[in-house]
Protein backbone atom coordinates (compact mmCIF):
# COMPACT_ATOMS: atom_id res chain seq x y z
CA UNK A 1 0.00 0.00 0.00
CA UNK A 2 1.48 3.34 -0.99
CA UNK A 3 1.78 6.19 1.81
CA UNK A 4 0.28 9.76 1.52
CA UNK A 5 3.79 11.10 0.60
CA UNK A 6 3.99 8.68 -1.87
CA UNK A 7 0.41 8.92 -3.47
CA UNK A 8 1.44 12.53 -3.78
CA UNK A 9 4.09 12.56 -5.54
CA UNK A 10 2.57 9.97 -7.86
CA UNK A 11 -0.65 12.41 -8.66
CA UNK A 12 -0.32 14.35 -11.78
CA UNK A 13 -0.67 17.52 -11.22
CA UNK A 14 -1.70 20.37 -14.02
CA UNK A 15 0.08 23.70 -14.42
CA UNK A 16 -1.45 26.14 -12.24
CA UNK A 17 -2.81 28.44 -14.74
CA UNK A 18 -4.98 25.93 -15.32
CA UNK A 19 -6.00 25.30 -11.83
CA UNK A 20 -6.74 28.94 -12.16
CA UNK A 21 -8.57 29.27 -15.60
CA UNK A 22 -11.40 26.76 -14.11
CA UNK A 23 -12.13 29.34 -11.48
CA UNK A 24 -11.94 32.15 -13.75
CA UNK A 25 -9.17 33.68 -12.67
CA UNK A 26 -6.72 34.67 -15.80
CA UNK A 27 -3.07 34.17 -15.83
CA UNK A 28 -2.12 37.87 -15.29
CA UNK A 29 -4.33 37.83 -12.09
CA UNK A 30 -2.07 35.40 -10.15
CA UNK A 31 1.21 35.59 -8.81
CA UNK A 32 3.16 31.60 -9.62
CA UNK A 33 5.55 30.01 -7.05
CA UNK A 34 6.99 27.51 -9.34
CA UNK A 35 4.65 25.85 -12.19
CA UNK A 36 1.98 23.71 -8.86
CA UNK A 37 1.42 26.81 -6.55
CA UNK A 38 0.32 30.63 -6.98
CA UNK A 39 -1.34 33.50 -5.03
CA UNK A 40 -4.42 35.34 -5.50
CA UNK A 41 -3.39 38.87 -6.78
CA UNK A 42 -5.35 41.58 -4.27
CA UNK A 43 -6.43 43.63 -7.06
CA UNK A 44 -8.06 40.40 -8.70
CA UNK A 45 -10.06 39.76 -5.48
CA UNK A 46 -11.03 43.09 -5.10
CA UNK A 47 -13.04 43.21 -8.69
CA UNK A 48 -15.14 40.12 -7.17
CA UNK A 49 -16.90 42.86 -5.16
CA UNK A 50 -20.94 42.63 -6.09
CA UNK A 51 -20.82 38.82 -7.34
CA UNK A 52 -23.09 36.40 -5.71
CA UNK A 53 -22.09 34.14 -3.29
CA UNK A 54 -22.05 30.38 -3.44
CA UNK A 55 -22.93 27.67 -0.93
CA UNK A 56 -20.82 27.67 2.27
CA UNK A 57 -20.54 24.25 3.73
CA UNK A 58 -18.24 23.53 7.07
CA UNK A 59 -16.37 20.14 7.86
CA UNK A 60 -15.69 19.83 11.55
CA UNK A 61 -15.44 16.89 13.90
CA UNK A 62 -15.23 15.03 16.89
CA UNK A 63 -13.04 15.25 19.61
CA UNK A 64 -9.89 14.17 18.09
CA UNK A 65 -8.26 10.66 19.21
CA UNK A 66 -4.93 9.33 18.28
CA UNK A 67 -6.92 7.05 16.26
CA UNK A 68 -7.70 9.74 13.32
CA UNK A 69 -10.94 11.74 12.72
CA UNK A 70 -9.83 12.73 9.19
CA UNK A 71 -11.26 16.18 8.95
CA UNK A 72 -9.23 17.41 6.21
CA UNK A 73 -9.15 14.50 4.44
CA UNK A 74 -12.82 14.51 4.31
CA UNK A 75 -13.19 17.89 2.91
CA UNK A 76 -10.91 17.46 0.54
CA UNK A 77 -12.56 14.17 -1.46
CA UNK A 78 -16.14 16.03 -0.13
CA UNK A 79 -14.67 18.97 -2.41
CA UNK A 80 -13.66 16.58 -5.09
CA UNK A 81 -17.08 14.43 -5.30
CA UNK A 82 -18.94 17.96 -5.69
CA UNK A 83 -17.21 18.18 -8.13
CA UNK A 84 -17.41 14.78 -9.33
CA UNK A 85 -21.00 15.10 -9.25
CA UNK A 86 -21.32 18.41 -11.46
CA UNK A 87 -21.21 20.71 -8.91
CA UNK A 88 -18.51 23.79 -9.35
CA UNK A 89 -16.86 23.38 -5.78
CA UNK A 90 -13.36 25.09 -4.40
CA UNK A 91 -11.87 23.87 -1.18
CA UNK A 92 -10.95 26.07 1.80
CA UNK A 93 -8.11 24.92 4.25
CA UNK A 94 -5.57 26.30 6.88
CA UNK A 95 -2.04 26.12 5.93
CA UNK A 96 0.07 23.77 8.26
CA UNK A 97 2.38 24.74 10.84
CA UNK A 98 6.10 23.36 11.50
CA UNK A 99 5.31 22.79 15.02
CA UNK A 100 3.58 19.68 14.29
CA UNK A 101 4.84 18.54 11.38
CA UNK A 102 7.74 17.90 13.39
CA UNK A 103 6.15 16.83 16.49
CA UNK A 104 3.56 14.20 16.42
CA UNK A 105 0.66 15.23 14.84
CA UNK A 106 2.31 15.54 11.19
CA UNK A 107 1.14 17.30 7.91
CA UNK A 108 -2.61 19.23 7.38
CA UNK A 109 -2.60 17.92 3.68
CA UNK A 110 -5.16 15.50 3.84
CA UNK A 111 -4.52 11.88 3.26
CA UNK A 112 -4.77 8.83 0.72
CA UNK A 113 -6.68 10.00 -2.99
CA UNK A 114 -7.71 13.02 -0.67
CA UNK A 115 -4.78 15.30 -0.75
CA UNK A 116 -3.99 19.22 -1.77
CA UNK A 117 -0.62 19.47 -3.92
CA UNK A 118 1.85 19.68 -3.80
CA UNK A 119 2.20 18.03 -0.25
CA UNK A 120 5.57 18.65 0.95
CA UNK A 121 5.52 22.41 -0.03
CA UNK A 122 2.62 22.93 1.83
CA UNK A 123 3.75 21.22 4.82
CA UNK A 124 7.19 23.31 4.39
CA UNK A 125 8.25 26.58 3.87
CA UNK A 126 5.34 26.85 1.48
CA UNK A 127 4.77 30.40 0.04
CA UNK A 128 6.43 32.09 3.31
CA UNK A 129 3.78 33.00 5.08
CA UNK A 130 3.73 31.85 8.72
CA UNK A 131 7.62 32.95 8.13
CA UNK A 132 6.05 36.56 7.39
CA UNK A 133 3.93 36.36 10.32
CA UNK A 134 6.18 35.60 12.57
CA UNK A 135 8.85 38.47 11.29
CA UNK A 136 5.88 40.94 11.70
CA UNK A 137 5.25 39.36 15.54
CA UNK A 138 9.05 39.75 16.48
CA UNK A 139 9.57 42.89 14.39
CA UNK A 140 7.13 44.59 16.88
CA UNK A 141 8.26 43.25 19.82
CA UNK A 142 11.73 44.30 18.82
CA UNK A 143 10.32 47.92 18.60
CA UNK A 144 8.92 47.68 22.09
CA UNK A 145 11.82 46.80 23.93
CA UNK A 146 13.64 49.47 21.21
CA UNK A 147 11.45 52.03 22.26
CA UNK A 148 11.64 51.49 26.18
CA UNK A 149 15.99 51.56 25.82
CA UNK A 150 15.79 54.79 24.19
CA UNK A 151 14.06 56.85 26.71
CA UNK A 152 10.87 55.35 26.79
CA UNK A 153 8.79 58.58 25.74
CA UNK A 154 5.51 56.54 25.76
CA UNK A 155 6.19 55.75 29.73
CA UNK A 156 5.91 52.05 28.91
CA UNK A 157 5.90 49.71 32.37
CA UNK A 158 8.21 47.19 31.20
CA UNK A 159 6.47 44.62 34.11
CA UNK A 160 3.34 45.60 32.17
CA UNK A 161 4.78 44.67 28.07
CA UNK A 162 1.76 42.12 27.17
CA UNK A 163 3.11 41.39 23.58
CA UNK A 164 5.09 38.04 23.62
CA UNK A 165 7.73 36.79 20.78
CA UNK A 166 6.52 34.45 18.40
CA UNK A 167 7.76 30.78 16.75
CA UNK A 168 6.80 28.05 14.31
CA UNK A 169 8.51 25.32 16.05
CA UNK A 170 7.49 23.45 19.60
CA UNK A 171 9.63 24.65 22.48
CA UNK A 172 8.90 24.56 25.64
CA UNK A 173 11.92 26.15 26.97
CA UNK A 174 10.88 29.43 25.24
CA UNK A 175 7.51 29.76 27.33
CA UNK A 176 8.85 31.88 30.03
CA UNK A 177 12.22 33.65 29.41
CA UNK A 178 14.14 36.68 30.55
CA UNK A 179 15.32 38.86 27.84
CA UNK A 180 18.12 41.95 27.88
CA UNK A 181 20.70 40.01 30.13
CA UNK A 182 24.19 41.24 29.66
CA UNK A 183 24.43 44.81 31.16
CA UNK A 184 23.08 48.18 29.72
CA UNK A 185 24.14 48.14 26.48
CA UNK A 186 21.19 45.11 25.95
CA UNK A 187 18.49 47.19 27.18
CA UNK A 188 16.29 46.23 30.31
CA UNK A 189 15.98 42.85 31.54
CA UNK A 190 12.63 41.77 32.04
CA UNK A 191 10.12 38.46 31.80
CA UNK A 192 9.11 37.69 28.50
CA UNK A 193 8.40 34.51 26.51
CA UNK A 194 6.88 32.72 22.56
CA UNK A 195 4.13 31.79 21.24
CA UNK A 196 3.76 29.13 18.80
CA UNK A 197 2.76 31.43 15.29
CA UNK A 198 -0.46 30.06 15.32
CA UNK A 199 -0.90 31.64 18.41
CA UNK A 200 0.01 34.83 17.20
CA UNK A 201 -2.50 37.66 17.41
CA UNK A 202 -0.98 38.83 14.02
CA UNK A 203 -1.90 35.31 12.85
CA UNK A 204 -5.48 35.95 13.63
CA UNK A 205 -5.90 39.41 12.20
CA UNK A 206 -4.15 37.97 9.20
CA UNK A 207 -7.11 35.67 9.01
CA UNK A 208 -9.93 37.69 9.90
CA UNK A 209 -8.96 41.44 7.72
CA UNK A 210 -10.75 42.43 4.87
CA UNK A 211 -7.83 43.79 3.28
CA UNK A 212 -4.95 45.28 3.35
CA UNK A 213 -6.38 48.68 4.77
CA UNK A 214 -8.33 46.55 7.73
CA UNK A 215 -4.86 44.49 8.22
CA UNK A 216 -3.01 47.52 8.84
CA UNK A 217 -5.87 49.09 10.98
CA UNK A 218 -5.94 46.05 13.48
CA UNK A 219 -2.42 45.68 13.74
CA UNK A 220 -2.15 49.24 14.64
CA UNK A 221 -5.06 48.63 17.04
CA UNK A 222 -3.33 45.58 18.93
CA UNK A 223 -2.81 46.31 22.72
CA UNK A 224 1.24 45.80 23.52
CA UNK A 225 2.02 47.44 26.59
CA UNK A 226 0.47 49.35 29.46
CA UNK A 227 2.40 52.86 31.11
CA UNK A 228 2.91 53.44 34.74
CA UNK A 229 -0.56 54.90 34.88
CA UNK A 230 -2.15 51.61 33.08
CA UNK A 231 -3.19 53.47 30.40
CA UNK A 232 -2.67 50.53 27.39
CA UNK A 233 -0.31 51.25 24.17
CA UNK A 234 -1.10 50.06 21.14
CA UNK A 235 0.95 48.87 18.23
CA UNK A 236 0.46 51.85 16.34
CA UNK A 237 1.45 54.46 19.23
CA UNK A 238 5.52 52.56 18.72
CA UNK A 239 4.64 53.30 14.31
CA UNK A 240 5.01 49.54 14.13
CA UNK A 241 2.07 48.98 12.33
CA UNK A 242 3.26 50.31 8.74
CA UNK A 243 6.21 48.04 8.99
CA UNK A 244 4.00 45.34 9.69
CA UNK A 245 2.27 45.82 6.94
CA UNK A 246 4.83 45.95 4.33
CA UNK A 247 6.32 42.24 6.04
CA UNK A 248 2.84 40.67 5.31
CA UNK A 249 1.78 42.62 1.86
CA UNK A 250 2.57 39.37 0.20
CA UNK A 251 1.25 37.52 3.10
CA UNK A 252 -2.42 38.57 3.00
CA UNK A 253 -2.75 37.21 -1.08
CA UNK A 254 -4.59 33.92 -0.74
CA UNK A 255 -2.56 30.37 -1.97
CA UNK A 256 -3.96 28.88 -4.89
CA UNK A 257 -3.08 24.89 -4.85
CA UNK A 258 -5.16 22.23 -6.76
CA UNK A 259 -6.44 18.46 -5.08
CA UNK A 260 -4.62 15.09 -6.58
CA UNK A 261 -7.75 15.59 -8.80
CA UNK A 262 -6.68 18.35 -10.04
CA UNK A 263 -9.80 20.59 -8.10
CA UNK A 264 -9.06 24.12 -7.28
CA UNK A 265 -7.96 24.47 -3.32
CA UNK A 266 -7.48 28.01 -1.56
CA UNK A 267 -4.58 27.31 1.46
CA UNK A 268 -3.95 30.17 3.54
CA UNK A 269 -3.49 31.13 7.42
CA UNK A 270 -3.41 28.64 9.76
CA UNK A 271 -4.31 29.77 13.27
CA UNK A 272 -4.71 26.47 15.68
CA UNK A 273 -8.27 25.96 17.15
CA UNK A 274 -7.34 24.54 20.80
CA UNK A 275 -5.46 28.49 21.56
CA UNK A 276 -6.75 30.89 18.57
CA UNK A 277 -9.82 30.66 16.69
CA UNK A 278 -8.67 27.94 13.94
CA UNK A 279 -10.45 29.20 10.83
CA UNK A 280 -8.43 29.70 7.32
CA UNK A 281 -8.38 33.69 6.34
CA UNK A 282 -11.64 35.55 5.50
CA UNK A 283 -10.35 36.83 2.45
CA UNK A 284 -9.83 33.19 0.88
CA UNK A 285 -13.59 32.25 1.80
CA UNK A 286 -14.84 35.33 0.61
CA UNK A 287 -13.08 34.69 -2.55
CA UNK A 288 -13.69 31.54 -2.92
CA UNK A 289 -17.83 32.39 -2.48
CA UNK A 290 -17.28 34.14 -5.27
CA UNK A 291 -15.35 31.96 -7.81
CA UNK A 292 -17.78 28.47 -7.01
CA UNK A 293 -20.79 27.49 -6.08
CA UNK A 294 -19.79 25.39 -3.32
CA UNK A 295 -17.43 25.98 -0.97
CA UNK A 296 -16.50 23.46 1.48
CA UNK A 297 -14.31 24.47 4.46
CA UNK A 298 -12.87 23.44 7.88
CA UNK A 299 -12.43 24.13 11.26
CA UNK A 300 -9.42 23.00 13.93
CA UNK A 301 -9.94 20.11 15.60
CA UNK A 302 -13.53 19.26 17.12
CA UNK A 303 -17.10 20.69 17.28
CA UNK A 304 -16.63 22.39 20.66
CA UNK A 305 -13.53 24.41 19.43
CA UNK A 306 -13.11 24.79 15.62
CA UNK A 307 -16.86 24.70 14.86
CA UNK A 308 -17.80 27.26 17.87
CA UNK A 309 -15.08 29.75 16.97
CA UNK A 310 -15.93 29.47 13.41
CA UNK A 311 -19.43 30.90 14.26
CA UNK A 312 -19.06 32.31 16.81
CA UNK A 313 -15.47 34.74 15.62
CA UNK A 314 -15.34 34.51 12.02
CA UNK A 315 -18.95 33.96 11.25
CA UNK A 316 -19.97 36.97 13.10
CA UNK A 317 -17.06 39.38 12.14
CA UNK A 318 -17.02 38.46 8.42
CA UNK A 319 -21.50 38.27 8.29
CA UNK A 320 -20.58 34.67 6.79
CA UNK A 321 -24.15 32.76 6.85
CA UNK A 322 -22.66 28.89 6.31
CA UNK A 323 -25.50 26.62 4.42
CA UNK A 324 -24.79 22.96 5.96
CA UNK A 325 -22.29 21.03 8.12
CA UNK A 326 -20.68 17.66 8.09
CA UNK A 327 -19.43 16.35 11.44
CA UNK A 328 -16.62 13.68 10.92
CA UNK A 329 -16.27 10.62 13.06
CA UNK A 330 -14.50 7.41 12.88
CA UNK A 331 -15.44 4.01 14.13
CA UNK A 332 -11.85 3.43 15.44
CA UNK A 333 -12.35 7.25 17.18
CA UNK A 334 -15.15 6.41 18.58
CA UNK A 335 -14.35 3.21 20.46
CA UNK A 336 -11.38 4.95 21.84
CA UNK A 337 -13.99 7.55 23.41
CA UNK A 338 -15.56 4.06 24.77
CA UNK A 339 -13.01 2.97 26.43
CA UNK A 340 -10.98 0.70 24.04
CA UNK A 341 -6.64 1.17 23.90
CA UNK A 342 -5.38 1.86 20.53
CA UNK A 343 -4.11 -1.70 20.34
CA UNK A 344 -7.09 -2.94 20.33
CA UNK A 345 -8.49 -1.06 18.04
CA UNK A 346 -8.73 -3.41 14.79
CA UNK A 347 -10.97 -5.89 16.96
CA UNK A 348 -14.81 -5.11 16.49
CA UNK A 349 -16.22 -3.94 19.10
CA UNK A 350 -19.25 -2.31 19.00
CA UNK A 351 -20.43 -2.06 22.43
CA UNK A 352 -17.39 0.40 23.01
CA UNK A 353 -18.21 2.35 20.25
CA UNK A 354 -21.58 3.28 21.43
CA UNK A 355 -19.92 4.14 24.30
CA UNK A 356 -17.93 6.62 22.71
CA UNK A 357 -20.88 7.86 20.26
CA UNK A 358 -22.28 10.43 22.63
CA UNK A 359 -19.16 12.49 21.74
CA UNK A 360 -20.70 12.33 18.35
CA UNK A 361 -24.20 12.78 19.59
CA UNK A 362 -22.97 16.35 21.54
CA UNK A 363 -21.36 18.17 18.67
CA UNK A 364 -24.32 17.66 16.33
CA UNK A 365 -26.71 19.17 19.23
CA UNK A 366 -24.14 21.58 19.21
CA UNK A 367 -24.18 22.53 15.56
CA UNK A 368 -27.50 22.03 15.03
CA UNK A 369 -27.94 25.11 17.83
CA UNK A 370 -26.30 27.32 15.52
CA UNK A 371 -29.17 26.58 12.95
CA UNK A 372 -27.59 24.52 10.77
CA UNK A 373 -28.65 21.07 9.08
CA UNK A 374 -26.08 18.50 9.68
CA UNK A 375 -25.28 15.28 8.12
CA UNK A 376 -22.59 12.81 9.31
CA UNK A 377 -19.39 11.49 7.56
CA UNK A 378 -18.06 7.97 8.85
CA UNK A 379 -14.68 7.83 7.62
CA UNK A 380 -13.93 4.43 6.51
CA UNK A 381 -10.84 2.50 7.68
CA UNK A 382 -10.25 -1.22 6.37
CA UNK A 383 -10.66 -2.29 10.11
CA UNK A 384 -14.53 -1.17 10.28
CA UNK A 385 -17.29 -3.83 10.64
CA UNK A 386 -20.31 -4.19 9.02
CA UNK A 387 -21.92 -4.62 12.66
CA UNK A 388 -20.33 -1.47 13.96
CA UNK A 389 -21.01 0.23 10.65
CA UNK A 390 -24.69 -0.65 11.03
CA UNK A 391 -24.49 0.01 14.74
CA UNK A 392 -23.38 3.10 14.47
CA UNK A 393 -26.09 4.71 11.16
CA UNK A 394 -28.54 3.47 13.61
CA UNK A 395 -27.27 5.60 16.55
CA UNK A 396 -27.14 8.87 14.34
CA UNK A 397 -30.49 8.20 12.60
CA UNK A 398 -31.68 8.23 17.02
CA UNK A 399 -29.98 11.31 16.73
CA UNK A 400 -32.21 12.82 13.99
CA UNK A 401 -29.92 12.74 10.73
CA UNK A 402 -28.14 10.56 8.38
CA UNK A 403 -24.41 9.04 8.70
CA UNK A 404 -22.74 8.02 5.62
CA UNK A 405 -19.60 5.83 5.01
CA UNK A 406 -17.01 8.11 2.79
CA UNK A 407 -14.07 5.68 1.23
CA UNK A 408 -12.09 9.26 -0.09
CA UNK A 409 -9.04 7.77 1.28
CA UNK A 410 -9.16 4.52 -0.97
CA UNK A 411 -11.39 5.44 -3.67
CA UNK A 412 -11.12 9.18 -3.98
CA UNK A 413 -13.76 11.06 -5.31
CA UNK A 414 -15.95 7.91 -5.88
CA UNK A 415 -15.87 6.90 -2.38
CA UNK A 416 -17.93 10.08 -1.42
CA UNK A 417 -20.69 10.80 -4.29
CA UNK A 418 -23.49 9.70 -1.39
CA UNK A 419 -22.06 12.72 0.55
CA UNK A 420 -21.33 15.20 -2.10
CA UNK A 421 -25.15 14.01 -3.53
CA UNK A 422 -26.49 15.31 0.76
CA UNK A 423 -24.53 17.80 1.36
CA UNK A 424 -25.56 19.74 -1.98
CA UNK A 425 -29.12 19.22 -1.23
CA UNK A 426 -28.76 20.74 3.13
CA UNK A 427 -27.23 23.38 1.05
CA UNK A 428 -29.64 23.89 -1.34
CA UNK A 429 -32.63 23.50 0.99
CA UNK A 430 -32.60 26.96 2.53
CA UNK A 431 -32.84 25.23 5.87
CA UNK A 432 -30.08 27.38 7.75
CA UNK A 433 -31.28 29.65 10.05
CA UNK A 434 -27.53 30.51 11.21
CA UNK A 435 -27.38 33.02 14.51
CA UNK A 436 -23.91 32.65 16.96
CA UNK A 437 -24.90 31.40 20.61
CA UNK A 438 -24.27 34.34 22.39
CA UNK A 439 -24.72 38.12 21.83
CA UNK A 440 -22.55 40.78 21.55
CA UNK A 441 -23.96 42.93 24.12
CA UNK A 442 -23.47 40.51 27.28
CA UNK A 443 -20.41 40.88 30.00
CA UNK A 444 -17.31 38.84 28.95
CA UNK A 445 -17.91 36.39 31.27
CA UNK A 446 -21.25 35.36 30.50
CA UNK A 447 -20.15 34.76 27.37
CA UNK A 448 -17.19 32.80 28.55
CA UNK A 449 -19.97 30.77 30.41
CA UNK A 450 -22.06 30.27 27.61
CA UNK A 451 -19.95 28.36 25.65
CA UNK A 452 -18.54 26.21 28.72
CA UNK A 453 -22.61 25.60 29.57
CA UNK A 454 -24.17 25.16 26.02
CA UNK A 455 -21.25 23.67 23.82
CA UNK A 456 -19.18 21.57 27.04
CA UNK A 457 -21.87 21.35 28.87
CA UNK A 458 -19.99 22.22 32.14
CA UNK A 459 -21.46 22.50 35.88
CA UNK A 460 -19.44 26.03 36.35
CA UNK A 461 -16.87 28.32 35.41
CA UNK A 462 -14.56 28.75 37.74
CA UNK A 463 -12.36 32.22 37.12
CA UNK A 464 -9.46 34.09 39.78
CA UNK A 465 -10.48 37.27 41.38
CA UNK A 466 -7.61 39.01 39.47
CA UNK A 467 -8.68 37.47 35.92
CA UNK A 468 -12.28 38.19 36.52
CA UNK A 469 -11.02 41.82 37.35
CA UNK A 470 -9.01 42.28 33.74
CA UNK A 471 -11.98 41.20 32.18
CA UNK A 472 -13.69 44.09 33.86
CA UNK A 473 -11.34 46.56 33.09
CA UNK A 474 -11.61 45.49 29.31
CA UNK A 475 -15.44 46.16 29.31
CA UNK A 476 -14.38 49.62 30.64
CA UNK A 477 -12.18 50.11 28.38
CA UNK A 478 -14.45 49.51 25.72
CA UNK A 479 -14.29 46.04 24.81
CA UNK A 480 -16.75 44.43 26.41
CA UNK A 481 -18.90 43.64 22.83
CA UNK A 482 -16.15 41.25 21.22
CA UNK A 483 -16.60 37.44 20.92
CA UNK A 484 -14.40 35.00 23.22
CA UNK A 485 -11.99 32.81 22.21
CA UNK A 486 -11.25 29.64 24.38
CA UNK A 487 -8.11 27.88 24.31
CA UNK A 488 -8.52 24.46 25.87
CA UNK A 489 -7.47 20.90 25.33
CA UNK A 490 -9.30 19.91 22.04
CA UNK A 491 -9.50 15.86 23.44
CA UNK A 492 -12.35 16.49 25.58
CA UNK A 493 -15.31 19.36 26.32
CA UNK A 494 -13.83 19.14 29.23
CA UNK A 495 -10.35 20.59 30.50
CA UNK A 496 -8.89 17.02 31.70
CA UNK A 497 -7.84 15.46 28.26
CA UNK A 498 -8.71 12.05 29.57
CA UNK A 499 -12.24 12.76 30.01
CA UNK A 500 -13.59 11.63 26.84
CA UNK A 501 -17.12 10.63 25.46
CA UNK A 502 -19.54 13.44 26.83
CA UNK A 503 -19.03 14.40 30.15
CA UNK A 504 -21.33 16.72 31.58
CA UNK A 505 -21.47 19.11 34.86
CA UNK A 506 -17.16 19.70 34.61
CA UNK A 507 -15.68 23.01 36.06
CA UNK A 508 -13.81 25.00 33.34
CA UNK A 509 -11.02 26.75 35.25
CA UNK A 510 -10.26 30.04 33.48
CA UNK A 511 -6.85 30.69 34.35
CA UNK A 512 -5.59 33.69 31.96
CA UNK A 513 -7.27 36.24 29.33
CA UNK A 514 -5.59 37.94 26.74
CA UNK A 515 -7.23 40.64 25.15
CA UNK A 516 -6.93 41.07 21.22
CA UNK A 517 -7.99 43.84 20.15
CA UNK A 518 -6.77 43.72 16.71
CA UNK A 519 -7.64 40.73 15.54
CA UNK A 520 -11.50 41.11 17.88
CA UNK A 521 -11.42 38.77 20.48
CA UNK A 522 -10.58 37.80 23.95
CA UNK A 523 -8.68 35.05 24.49
CA UNK A 524 -9.81 32.78 27.73
CA UNK A 525 -6.86 29.94 28.39
CA UNK A 526 -8.26 27.30 30.39
CA UNK A 527 -6.76 24.12 32.04
CA UNK A 528 -3.48 23.58 31.64
CA UNK A 529 -3.25 24.16 27.65
CA UNK A 530 0.28 26.04 26.40
CA UNK A 531 -0.01 28.65 23.75
CA UNK A 532 3.41 27.30 23.27
CA UNK A 533 3.19 23.58 22.28
CA UNK A 534 6.64 21.00 23.69
CA UNK A 535 7.87 18.34 21.78
CA UNK A 536 7.08 14.63 22.62
CA UNK A 537 9.62 12.14 23.60
CA UNK A 538 10.37 11.15 19.92
CA UNK A 539 9.37 14.16 17.70
CA UNK A 540 8.37 13.34 14.22
CA UNK A 541 11.64 15.22 13.31
CA UNK A 542 14.10 12.39 14.14
CA UNK A 543 12.54 10.79 11.48
CA UNK A 544 12.62 13.13 8.66
CA UNK A 545 15.51 13.65 6.28
CA UNK A 546 16.83 14.33 2.72
CA UNK A 547 16.89 10.84 1.28
CA UNK A 548 19.60 9.47 -1.24
CA UNK A 549 17.34 10.08 -4.16
CA UNK A 550 16.85 13.45 -3.14
CA UNK A 551 13.13 13.29 -1.87
CA UNK A 552 12.11 14.29 1.75
CA UNK A 553 11.62 10.59 3.83
CA UNK A 554 9.52 11.19 6.69
CA UNK A 555 7.01 13.70 6.54
CA UNK A 556 3.30 13.03 6.58
Not at 246 to 267: C, G, H, R, S
Amino acid sequence: MMSDIEIARAATKQPIREIAARLGIEEASIVPYGHDKAKISASFIRSLEGRPDGRLILVTAINPTPAGEGKTTTTVGLGDALNRIGRRAAICLREPSLGPCFGSKGGATGGGKAQVVPMEDINLHFTGDFHAITSAHNLLAAMIDNHVHWGNALRIDPRRIVWRRALDVNDRSLRDIVTSLGGTANGYPREAGFDITVASEVMAILCLADDLDDLEARLGRMVVAYRYDKTPVHAADLGASGAMAVLLKDAMQPNLVQTIENNPALVHGGPFANIAHGCNSVVATRAALKLADYVVTEAGFGADLGAEKFFDIKCRQAGLKPDAAVVVATVRALKMNGGVARAALGTENVEAMLRGAPNLARHIENVRAYGLPVVVAINHFSSDTDAEIAALQQFVANSGTEAIVCRHWAEGSAGSEELARKVAELADSGAARFAPIYPDDVPLFDKIDSVVKRIYRGGETTIEPGVRAQLAAFEAAGYGHLPVCIAKTQYSFSTDPSLLSAPTGHSVHVREVRLAAGAGFVVAICGGIMTMPGLPSEPAALRIRIGADGEIDGLS
